[in-house]
């Protein structure tokens, strides 16, 4: 064989061995590519690294993160690590292949998740989107919170977590259908039993504390103490009688509370705002002294008269004989509740927080048409009894007089006053002589 038919023969050998070592190319495979070109569609050019073959790599495909301009991370001559996603030609070369660096990292991201999420831990992430259900998170990969995952309560408005970062346990993780379910609750939930467990040891029955309304119910105010919540009832708010707390209340509002009870066994810490507050009835009688003149509220009718508020925390009663001067069946005949009006102090009993009030004195008692009628038709035989009628009339007099300090033992609904109490024994004894005779 002459020397060019055994270079012939080398040559062809070399070109069979260079082509049996070219390697083939299948979707998922991880290559390395170098950068042999930048397009004007922001697109890298790429050589496959022992295989001829060329690829590309979109600019949204380099990097997990947003990149605006490619020429700002990558350039001619860079060589990368990449995963083959999908065909995109065919030609004399072999054709073309769609690579990606950003799948690969996301690859190595849920790969580290899966390491966390077996060993127990937890992962921390900002959050980038509020969606309907639920809040989004960059965890390298893109992780969901549903929202009864979020907090310990119902958030109303999740928008404010919006750019926190926070702590997460994983849920639910599923690479090959990029599905990574995490919460924070779980987290939240486990932080407030240890602070609760150390708030409730420190807590004593009669301490002064300060906490934030976190809720308001119908039946009260939940008040955060620093990571355990307390109740306040709505009974224990102030000291005047409170409808709905919120009508007092806000959530978020500082407030300083009483503690009345700890039970760690229910779990269960009772608190009060009125106790802390300074008693309404102190000083009532510099307040409302005897004989003066106070606006008030009707705040409930009975049948034996009007309870009137007439300083936040302070009701006293107009009984029904001192709420006109004409004869009424029931005080809801004159009066109605929430009404305003004047009423004058009659008595004043600070130590049982009792206050006699009257309506009538404040008014000019009416002339009696009837009593001068009887004048002129009065019979002979009444003129003999003037002289016992007189004294009738005295001990009568006597009793009104006296049945408008007795006002101040009508009876509340826990008060247990006799009739004695509200009219008077010595009122009631003259009218009934005055009918027997």
């Known amino acids: 064989m002459s020397e060019n038919g055994t270079s012939q023969n080398n040559e062809n050998n070399d070109l069979l061995n260079a082509l049996n070592s070219i390697e083939t190319v299948k979707v ?48 001619v001559g860079d060589v990368m690590d990449l995963v083959v996603i999908s065909r995109i030609g065919t030609d004399k070369e072999g054709g073309s292949y769609l690579l990606s660096q950003r799948r690969l990292e996301a690859r190595k991201v849920w790969d580290d998740i899966q390491k966390e999420f077996e ?14 259900g ?6 390298g990969v893109r992780g969901f919170v549903p929202a009864s995952m979020v907090s310990d309560h119902f958030v109303e408005d999740l928008s404010q977590f919006k750019g926190q970062t926070l702590e997460f346990k994983i849920i639910e993780i599923e690479p ?58 709505v009974s224990e708010i102030a000291f005047e009688r409170v409808e709905k707390p919120s009508d007092v209340l806000k959530v978020g509002q500082e407030v300083k509370v009483k503690v009345l009870s700890v ?20 000083g009532i009688e510099e307040k409302a ?8 509220t009707v705040k409930r009718l009975t049948s034996f ?27 809801a005949d004159v009066l109605k509740v929430g009404q305003e009006i004047k009423v004058k ?28 009628n009887a004048g002129e038709h009065r019979s002979s035989s009444n003129n003999n009894r003037s002289r016992n009628n007189g004294g009738n009339n005295n001990r009568r007099r006597n009793s009104r007089n006296s049945a408008e300090t007795s006002t101040a033992n009508a009876p509340e609904e826990s008060t247990g006053f006799s009739l004695g109490d509200l009219i008077g024994d010595s009122l009631k004894k003259d009218m009934e002589d005055n009918e027997n005779n």
């Open 263 to 282: 039970d760690p066994d229910r779990d269960r810490i009772s608190l009060s705002i009125k106790q802390t507050l300074p008693e309404p009835w102190d």
């Open 28 to 75: 998922g495979d991880v290559v390395k590519g170098e950068v042999l070109a930048i397009d004007d569609d922001q697109q890298a050019i790429v050589g496959i690294a022992d295989t001829g073959i060329e690829g590309v790599v979109p600019k949204k495909e380099l990097s997990t993160k947003p990149v605006d301009d490619i020429n700002t991370v990558i350039k």
């Open 134 to 139: 639920g809040l989004v998170v960059d965890a």
């Open 305 to 331: 008269g009007a309870f009137v508020e007439v300083f936040p925390g302070v009701e006293g009663l107009v009984h029904i004989s001192q709420i006109s001067h004409q004869h009424i069946a029931t005080p």
């Open 119 to 132: 060993a127990g831990h937890t992962l921390t992430a900002p959050v980038t989107q509020v969606v309907k």
């Open 176 to 233: 090959s259908e990029n599905r990574l379910i995490l919460s924070h609750r779980a987290l939240v939930e486990k932080e407030r039993a240890a602070q609760k467990a150390e708030i409730m040891a420190k807590l004593t029955a009669g301490d002064i504390v300060e906490g934030k309304v976190a809720r308001l119910t119908n039946f009260g105010a939940f008040v955060d103490l620093g990571g355990v919540d307390g109740l306040v009832h």
């Open 289 to 296: 002294p005897q004989g003066s003149v106070l606006d008030g």
């Open 345 to 372: 102090v009659l008595d004043v009993r600070p130590n049982d927080h009792r206050l006699a009030l009257s309506i009538k004195a404040l008014e000019e008692k009416p002339q009696s048409g009837d009593d001068s």
